[in-house]
């Protein structure tokens, strides 16, 4: 097969493109919130759909049930060509929890695409948090063999609907199903463009470890003025323990830490330089403007190649309107870090449980909930797949594809490698204005528009490697 | 009129205490809930109730209407001994919510009187939180009249039904009928025994000032991953303020905060001393075993006479089941303080803004909404209406009364000071484990009739003042 036959391809995305659309819409409209067990039935109809979408294209498409939400696993048979490679495509079919509901300006389940100043775009929960992406990637299977009857590649695809919710049933599912999803390279779309010109593979991913955190003071809450003063607050003591999770120059102070902690190579700081990354519109999209992190590193550096601590909620005693003088019994942290390098994280988890422990008092006691953990994953850009799709990248967009760090963390990335030994290339569409996890996500309509065209050709070139 | 006058209306009440009882459960069945609009029309119900059973006695009573709940006030006018001492008493007839209703075991406004290992108690909403209370001073004047055709000195009523809720009719009611409140002493029936033996009239209660902090970082909830490292946390913000505001020692930080705050007379130490106050068994209760304020002073000391600095709320980002990655925008807490002496609330809380704004790093924004304050209130024990009826409730009860302090807030006995130029004596028969304000409240039945009969003797005794 030669590159003469993705223009056909091409040009059936272009006049298709609604029809590829309202599929998607159909997909949004399914409510597969995975961390609330109020929705598991409309997890399960999403798999559902899922197989019958795949089926449809001539996938041998299955729904495997987990201890969890289901995956799912589809095989092309109709490509024969025992040269080809084969990859296995992964995405993920569930999506964030909607709240806060008021802060949406439509139906986060009702997607629509609207006119903004920056061209349409698709509204919606999970319009870009995956199923967007995931879509880009299946029709551009649809579009190549609509014309051509089949596809350049051997192409099979994986979803699963825990992503959003720690992914609990994946690693046992991938160990105990190694056979029926070992290829010979994994492509993962859960990742965005550089910027809205410029496409990227993402080749380092940085690790996650996080847990929930509870301390308790008195067995019940009490009244403040009968007790106040006299009884330990909890909220204090958890206030005390955030604030002492950083020094003054932003470096996080948990023991042995930044061990595993690589220096950046003098190469790839040059590399990122030449970017040209716009640090003060970064920050600036988000009404901020100075980098709140480790003092003396760029803004790039913090967010792809520097770990993190962070809180990601905290809750204790009377929240709601009004007030209620309560001295509470209890104080919750969410608590995460993201690692880079060979950061070990259940050592972190351990420093943090040992920061903790040394800033007890007397009469509290704490409690660590669901710890979990995943260490950065680094990609071989050395395997010749990387280029071809770099360079099949660059014929679609207006400026050349580059490898990219990335700040979020991808585990599936690294169970690729260590579980099946795959390489794993990450491509996808998303911009950093896409408000995933946050009120009002959007996919651009370019993005799944171009991102369809892009897997066109990025399945033309792995079939030429 | 001596106390030989006294024993015929103990008899009385011995006699007539099942009557007593049943009207108080009458009062009881009313669901006057007054922070809640649906229960707008029961309050009203109750006033009426009050107003009925107050002219039964012969008062001249009426209910007054005001942009909240209804007030109630009553005059005694079957006595004409212009130099017979004029006292006011005060109590309030609405209650609180209900809610968790399922840890009741029975009822809320279903009272019943039910035995226990430690006697019979009356169990239901408002039993001690302040029907209960109000009807020991009610019954006591009609036992007086009952027996004697009139009381030993001059009485009003005052009823509120908004304590509960704010009391937003209070202070504009009373400045608006001054002359019609205006008495020598005002009796305020609020507040419980140092223990079940130990009548008490309390001598000091501390202020209150409060507001809620909020801290915004990003103009939006953002993904850890992507912004993460990057961009402000407002919690880490929040936790540093919320950290700073003690010393090691468990002081409260903030500029001048301990100004005003007297330090306690050798002599009222050595009678709180004498009180033999089971510190232990206090803490003991809620699962506690080490006093957690200002190192060096008692626990008493602590609840009673040193002001406190406590976070009664705090909520930021993700706080629901499972894990979100996200880096909130905002950070909230809700923050009061229980005064003493001659703290200024309002410096309190120019203090807190200013303790804030010395914390904020760029980019960080804080809102303060609904700050509020009141002074710490002293009685003038030196009135000899205090040592009278100290005298009289000891003769009651089988310890001696003690003067003692309260952790609690009850702006009215600031407000009879100020606003009315009246000393106010705070005497209730309230005992610690009444679980006012929590599910299944109750007032023990030896409260309630002890309570009437020290009524009984209480007026006798300042009939001599």
């Not at 595993?260 to 590399?271: D, R």
Request: glycine residues 8%.
């Amino acid at each position: 097969m030669t590159s003469d036959a993705v223009t056909p391809v091409l040009s059936h995305v272009d006049a298709h493109l609604d029809e590829s659309l309202q599929r998607l819409m159909g997909l949004l409209r399914l409510q597969s919130i995975s961390t609330d067990p109020a929705f598991k039935a409309e997890c399960d109809r999403t798999a559902d759909w899922l197989v019958d979408e795949l089926a449809e294209l001539g996938f041998d498409a299955a729904k495997h049930v987990t201890p969890g939400h289901p995956m799912v696993v589809a095989h092309d048979d109709d490509n024969d060509a025992d040269e080809a490679m084969h990859v296995l495509f992964y995405g993920h079919y569930d999506v964030q929890p909607v709240d806060p509901l008021n802060l949406w300006d439509r139906d986060p389940f009702d997607p629509q695409v609207e006119d903004t100043p920056a061209g349409k775009v698709i509204r919606g929960r999970g319009a870009a948090d995956d199923k967007g992406q995931l879509m880009t990637f299946v029709e551009a299977c649809r579009a190549w063999k609509a014309v051509h009857g089949n596809l350049p590649v051997k192409v099979s695809m994986f979803f699963e609907g825990e992503e959003e919710s720690g992914s609990p049933s994946l690693v046992p599912y991938m160990k105990a199903h190694a056979e029926d999803l070992k290829a010979d390279l994994a492509l993962i779309c859960d990742t965005g463009m550089f910027d809205p010109e410029t496409p990227a593979i993402t080749t380092a991913l940085r690790g996650l470890a996080k847990l929930e955190l509870t301390i308790t003071g008195p067995n019940k809450d009490l009244h403040s003025g009968m007790f106040g003063g006299a009884a330990r607050n909890p909220a204090h003591v958890l206030a005390k323990i955030l604030a002492d999770l950083h020094d003054e120059d932003g470096a996080c102070t948990l023991e042995g830490f930044y061990d595993g902690v690589p220096e950046l190579s003098n190469s790839q700081k040059a590399q990122w330089e030449n970017l040209g990354f716009d640090a003060e519109g970064f920050l600036g999209g988000v009404g901020l403007s100075v980098p709140a992190g480790e003092k003396g590193r760029s803004v790039l550096e913090m967010v792809w190649s520097r770990p993190t601590c962070e809180v990601n909620g905290m809750s204790s005693g009377y929240t709601g309107a009004g007030f209620k003088t309560v001295l509470p019994s209890k104080a919750m942290a969410k608590i995460s870090f993201r690692l880079v390098g060979t950061q070990d994280p259940q050592a972190i988890l351990k420093a943090l449980e040992a920061h903790v422990a040394a800033r007890l008092p007397a009469d509290c006691s704490y409690a660590i909930h669901d710890p979990e953990g995943s260490p950065a994953t680094t990609m071989p850009i050395e395997n010749p797949a990387f280029e071809a799709a770099r360079k099949a990248l660059s014929d679609e967009w207006p400026k050349p594809a580059a490898f990219i760090g990335s700040g979020g963390s991808i585990p599936i990335a690294g169970y690729f490698q260590n579980l099946l030994d795959m390489d794993a290339m990450l491509i996808g569409f998303g911009l950093d204005d896409d408000q995933i996890h946050s009120p009002n996500e959007k996919y651009n309509l370019s993005a799944y528009h171009k991102g369809i065209r892009s897997w066109v050709r990025v399945l033309d070139a792995l079939s030429k490697v």
